[in-house]
């Protein structure tokens, strides 16, 4: 490592961002059993800053100085030094730093918004950014972000890139692996760059079943490997909807891939349900008021009860009636819109 310089600061914004075909299950480092595909985000983002200092001193055991929105955060910060203590073999240079981290959302903490693929991308957008500074290289290297931040979540990996991302060995994407994720460069129409992304926050409370934990049942799923190839051919498929502008197979997939999650999930051992009848309620309007008013807007689903509404730019004005219909499902009425972005952005 070059001698120059020996302290600094970096700063990113890295957004989060919503499956369009869901990675559930994986196995070995954080390997995903199927490749996924996710619109990016712009408005959940996550801001970091690291003030950071290079000494010769290896240390044993990373320890951090943390903030969140400018107050002590153990359970944060627990989080992110174990993080760093668990890839500090493969990213050497990590015990070398004495590492001041602030970080924030832009959404509220407890909306039952994930915050792990922004906030993951981000601490490993900072890393390198300083790796890069130590090694006075030109560029920050994306894909190993995208590496580091699987590392640390995994759909975290497809948060680097914008404004779509694939992670996850296909067949149908070239140069795609399981180890990073890469910005999804076919050829789709550009009403997709267009999409809304409006969470319907059904219940702001944390789940009770993890993601972690969810993925751990994939492996006893009697339902694993048929879901896996499901998601493989769903991939491709989307990939064709998108390149020939075909919306109703896009919402088509899309749809039946967020229920198969949870499908999933009910289908576990033992079995659980994140779903509220909120959830029902609101899944219900959106396909009446589709066949209706004959728009091409669709949901989507996380790990979480709430509901993701997807529509292109050109339709905002007319979906608002049914925004407005699905109100009363949602705690304190809150609903985050959001849109497709473009990806991290220094800061
Ligand atoms: O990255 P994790 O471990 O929080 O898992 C995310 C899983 C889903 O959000 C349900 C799907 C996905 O591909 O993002």
């Known amino acids: ?75 944060f910060k627990t989080k992110i030094e174990k993080f760093l203590n668990s890839v500090k073999e493969e990213f050497d240079f990590l015990s070398f730093l004495n590492l001041e981290i602030s970080s924030e959302n832009s959404f509220p903490h407890s909306s039952g918004i994930a915050s792990s693929a ?14 890069k500074e130590l090694n006075n290289a030109e560029q920050i290297d994306f894909v190993k972000a995208s590496h580091l931040s699987r590392l640390g979540s995994g759909s975290a990996s497809r948060s680097v890139f914008g404004p779509l991302a694939v992670w996850g060995k296909s067949k149908s994407v070239a140069d795609s692996s399981n180890e990073f994720a890469i910005p999804f460069t076919g050829a789709y129409k550009p009403i997709f760059e267009t999409f809304h992304d409006d969470i319907l926050i059904v219940s702001k409370a944390e789940k009770s079943v993890s993601s972690t934990a969810g993925h751990a049942l994939m492996i006893d799923n009697p339902y694993a490997q048929s879901r896996f190839n499901q998601a493989g051919g769903h991939l491709t498929e989307i990939i064709t909807a998108m390149e020939t502008g075909d919306l109703e197979k896009f919402g088509n997939i899309v749809e039946k891939e967020a229920l198969t999650l949870h499908a999933l999930m009910m289908a576990s051992d033992p079995p659980y349900i994140l779903m509220t009848p909120a959830t029902l309620s609101i ?3 959106i396909w009446s008021f589709r066949r209706n008013e004959n728009i091409p807007v669709y949901f989507t689903l996380d790990a979480g009860p709430n509901i993701h509404l997807l529509y292109p730019e050109a339709y905002a004005e007319k979906v608002q009636s049914l925004i407005e219909s699905v109100k009363e499902y949602c705690e304190d009425g809150m609903i985050i819109s959001d849109k497709v972005g473009q990806g991290p952005i220094r800061l």
């Open 118 to 131: 922004s906030s993951m991308s981000a601490l490993a957008l900072c890393l390198l950014d300083i790796e």
């Open 283 to 285: 899944i219900n309007k």
């Open 1 to 75: 490592m070059n001698s120059t310089p020996r302290k600094g600061n970096v700063a990113w914004q890295s957004p989060s961002n919503i499956a369009l075909v869901k990675y559930w299950g994986k196995h070995g480092r954080q390997l995903p059993s199927n490749p996924s595909i996710s619109f990016t985000l712009s408005k959940a983002v996550t801001k970091t800053r690291i003030n950071y200092a290079f000494d010769a001193v290896r240390r044993d055991d990373i320890k951090v100085d943390f903030r969140f929105h400018g107050s002590e955060n153990i359970a």
